[in-house]
């Protein structure tokens, strides 16, 4: 089903307004991010409401700190229900490995995903943290790591997915935000594409936030949403 394949970012400044943006999207909207944001000023008891309506969580925390750190603060992920949780995979090896051994034998294991490249970086901001080279290079090399310590997937941008599916063959999980509809604007975002072009060329997961929780017409523009992913998918 298209729409359990989008992940809509509830970027709210706390859980009244996150619970106004989700009220004005269908039901069929079973997936939904929670990120730094809202979790910070509402915290926890987010996650709680949101499965209680239904939804199943991913909670965007981006940890990237030492080993022992993830570690604990994914398993504080895991117990408050989580249904996917996210890391740095620059943090490095180490840290990738304890992320993943901390969350076998919870009782209902969240996808462990690793952050690539953010879309908002390009080649230039890239090199001004000290990587040369394009973003897909780099993007690559996190996945690979990400894969050797056994995480299920990563976020990376739509540029990025049809090199990544061919890499990593069909079983990784790629989840990516930087979808924007034709003619939307790229905000932020420097990497973006399509939601059409974002399936076609094999994501798992489309995070999708302003385009859906700032349209004037929430619920219409999830209709068009799904609308082009179908389309998209039945033109391959
Ligand atoms: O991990 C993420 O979800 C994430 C990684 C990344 O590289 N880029 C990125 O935009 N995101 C998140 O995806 C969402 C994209 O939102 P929109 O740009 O409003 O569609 C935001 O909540 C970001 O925090």
């Known amino acids: 089903m298209w729409s359990d394949r989008v992940i809509t970012a509830l970027d709210a400044p706390d859980w009244a307004q996150a619970r106004e943006m989700l009220d004005r999207l269908p039901e069929e909207n079973r997936r939904v991010k929670v990120g730094k944001q809202l979790f910070t000023r509402s915290g926890p008891r987010v996650v709680e409401e949101l499965r209680d309506r239904g939804r199943e969580v991913f ?7 030492i080993p022992n750190t993830v570690a604990g603060a994914l398993r504080a992920a895991a117990d408050i229900g989580a249904w996917m949780v996210n890391v740095h995979a620059s943090g490095g090896p180490r840290m990738l490995e304890a992320a993943r051994e901390a969350l076998e034998g ?39 790591l990400a894969r050797e310590a056994g995480l299920d997937g990563v976020v990376a941008s739509p540029m990025e997915v049809p090199m990544l ?21 790229a905000d932020d975002q420097r ?23 700032r349209a004037e017409d929430p619920a219409r523009a999830w209709s068009s949403l799904i609308a082009e992913m179908d389309a998209a998918a039945g033109g391959t």
């Open 59 to 65: 909670l965007d925390l981006k940890y990237h700190d």
């Open 106 to 144: 919870s009782e209902a294991r969240p996808w462990l995903i690793g952050v690539t490249v953010l879309t908002s970086m390009d080649a230039r901001e890239l090199r001004a943290v000290g990587v040369e080279g394009d973003p897909e290079n780099q993007v690559l090399r996190l996945a690979r």
């Open 165 to 185: 599916r061919e890499e990593l063959g069909p079983d990784f999980l790629l989840v990516t935000p930087g979808v924007r509809p034709a003619g939307a604007g």
């Open 191 to 213: 990497r973006a594409a399509t939601p059409g072009r974002t399936v076609a060329d094999g994501a798992d997961y489309l995070v999708v936030g302003r385009p859906l929780t």
